[in-house]
């Protein structure tokens, strides 16, 4: 007798198995010369070499299936696990898609401008994304680094923001260094939580694959092999914003992030990310997206007050 076991990764084992574990019955109901245990995120297989070699291809493919797609069915698992279903099965994909996130959720690029992130991000080792809020800047990046690491193109992520909000102290409020710091980070939580699965998520977080931490905690590190976003960059201040750059280590993807009509650093205190637009917009190997209103992708009604205040700022400047 022989013994195999098989980690499950980059899907939520609980989607994997299915409600009341059918769609894992099903499974075992199709190699019934296997013993098969599942728990948790770890699935021991006992039998003939022959047979387990035969789970393991069509096993490998029911996990590639809902990685692909964010979803299976028994139809699709009876096709793989047949004989003659074929075990290279594919379903079609579109090719716009970024990420298939949690529940049957698709993660695109949908305007131009966005498209036009995803393209530079693919040619370019770093992108600065700025534009007004609700542009879907952040989560077109997130999703970006979610795609690279389920790829295996980078090891690790890492998600930064400065802890400036309009009005707020950070001494003010309760808790802890990471309760003060959460509701900053917020954001990119949500972005991640629509992406990948609960369970995957929180393991990556314990196990540092997935990093969210302010900017200042940025200092002194050089960041290898990792997909790098800086969100909020228009309250980064010139060094901070020239340290959080220099961080880049080797095989490394950085992405900057920014509103600049929405700075909230104190009045006398220039914004280190509308310097650089202008220090580094000759450098080779570095873009500049410049995302506008008919990129908004909330409700219909953020586009309309986006306008509002441009127009109102350009009557201010006229005055």
Request: glycine share 8%; proline share 4%.
């Amino acid at each position: 007798m022989a013994e195999q076991i098989f980690q499950i990764e980059n899907v939520d084992p609980a989607d994997l198995y299915g409600p009341g574990n059918k769609y894992l019955d099903q499974i075992k109901l199709q190699f019934p010369k296997l013993k098969i245990i599942a728990r948790g995120d770890f699935v021991k297989v006992i039998g003939i070499e022959e047979e387990i070699s035969r789970f393991s291809g069509r096993f490998g493919h029911v996990v590639g299936l809902l990685e692909r797609t964010g979803r299976i069915d028994e139809k699709a698992i009876a096709g793989i696990l047949t004989d003659n279903g074929g075990a290279d099965m594919q379903e079609p994909l579109d090719s716009d898609v970024l990420v298939f996130g949690r529940n049957g959720l698709l993660v695109k690029a949908i305007t131009t401008n966005q498209k036009r992130m995803v393209s530079a991000s693919e040619e370019k080792d770093l992108v600065f994304a700025i534009g007004p809020a609700g542009t879907g800047k952040t989560y077109t990046a997130v999703a970006l680094a979610v795609r690279a690491l389920k790829a295996k193109a980078v090891r690790r992520i890492i998600l930064t923001r400065p802890a400036v909000e309009a009005g707020e102290n950070l001494g003010f409020l309760p808790g802890d260094v990471k309760d003060k710091l959460d509701p900053y980070l917020q954001p990119l939580y949500d972005a991640l939580h629509d992406m990948i699965p609960s369970s995957k998520l929180d393991s990556y977080m314990e196990d540092r694959t997935i990093e969210i931490a302010p900017l200042a905690f940025m200092r002194g590190r050089t960041l290898d092999h990792a997909f790098v976003i800086l969100d909020e960059a228009q309250n980064a201040t010139r060094s901070q914003l020239k340290m959080f750059l220099t961080r880049m280590g080797r095989s490394a993807k950085f992405i900057v992030t920014g509103d600049i009509t929405q700075i909230d650093l104190p009045a006398k205190q220039p914004s280190g990310l509308l310097q650089a637009m202008n220090v580094l917009k000759d450098v080779n190997g570095i873009a500049f997206i410049m995302l506008d209103e008919k990129d908004v992708v909330r409700h219909k009604l953020v586009t309309d007050i986006v306008n509002a205040y441009k127009r109102n700022d350009k009557e201010a400047e006229e005055d």
